[in-house]
């Protein structure tokens, strides 16, 4: 069985037993977190399509932990000036794993 959910302006598609890094949010590890706006469920060739979300559709996740992202670097250069500045960033992420999908 999978599900189609909205979060945080992204669609992901997830499956019981899979873990997933979702853009950072507080909570500590252990927690449960509920999305309801799950736009299609399927699985054994029916499929449930919302409009826009399933009605009484849930699923459930459990908080696995903090993580951080792969290393961007920034470059800003002027040209015929002789000035560079290098930066980096690292976004954080939450990795969560998809314990029951029901609708």
């Known amino acids: 069985m999978y599900a189609i959910i909205a979060d945080g302006g992204r669609q992901l598609k997830v499956e019981e037993g899979q873990e997933i890094d979702l853009a950072y949010r507080e909570g500590t590890k252990g927690e449960k977190l509920t999305f309801d706006r799950v736009l299609a469920v399927g699985g054994e060739g029916d499929v449930k399509l919302g409009a826009p979300t399933v009605d009484g ?15 961007i670097d920034v470059q800003k250069i002027r040209r015929r000036k002789n000035s560079r500045r290098r930066t980096g960033h690292r976004a954080m992420f939450t990795r969560v794993k998809i314990e029951k999908i029901s609708g």
């Open 57 to 71: 559709a849930t699923v459930t996740a459990e908080i696995l932990g903090m993580s951080q992202g792969v290393k």
